[in-house]
C-alpha cells in the first residue's frame, strides 16, 4: 500500500516562504497525478496543487502566483512564496496511481496525514 509522509509545516509571518514536502513509500507502478489540498478551521478541504503526469498544473486563483508545485520521482513538494493568513490551514498530499500487488496492479489513492501550516495575522 502506498504512504505519504509529509514535512515542513511550520508558521510563517506573512510574506514570508515555507516549503511542504511529500514523500511515497510502497512499490508504485505509476501516478497519475500528484496534489496538495488543505483545510481551514470549518472549512471544507480545497486544491492548492496539481501535478499530473504529462507535466499540466492547476492553481486555483488564491494562490496563482505564489505557490508551485514540482516533484522529483516519488516526491513532490509545494513552494509557497508571500504567504498570507488565509494560508492557514492543515495541508495535505495527495497521489494518485497505480500500484504494484501480488496479482499485478491496481489503482492508488493515497493522503498523506497533513502538516500545520500558520501564518499569524
Known amino acids: 500500500q502506498v504512504q505519504l509522509v509529509e514535512s515542513g509545516g511550520g508558521m510563517v509571518q506573512a510574506g514570508g516562504s515555507l516549503r511542504l514536502s511529500c514523500a511515497a513509500s510502497?512499490?508504485?507502478?505509476?501516478?497519475?497525478?500528484m496534489g496538495w489540498y488543505r483545510q481551514a478551521p470549518g472549512k471544507q478541504r480545497e486544491l492548492v496543487a496539481q501535478l499530473t503526469s504529462a507535466g499540466t498544473t492547476t492553481y486555483p486563483d488564491s494562490v496563482k502566483g505564489r505557490f508551485t508545485i514540482s516533484r522529483d520521482n516519488a516526491k513532490v513538494y509545494l513552494q509557497m512564496n508571500n504567504m498570507k493568513s488565509e494560508d492557514t490551514a492543515v495541508y495535505y498530499c495527495?497521489?494518485?496511481?497505480?500500484?504494484?500487488?501480488?496479482?499485478?496492479?491496481?489503482?492508488?489513492?493515497?493522503w498523506g496525514q497533513g502538516t500545520q501550516v500558520t501564518v499569524p495575522s
Open positions: 510502497g512499490i508504485i507502478f505509476s501516478i497519475n497525478a
Open positions: 495527495n497521489f494518485r496511481g497505480r500500484e504494484y500487488t501480488r496479482r499485478g496492479t491496481s489503482d492508488f489513492d493515497s
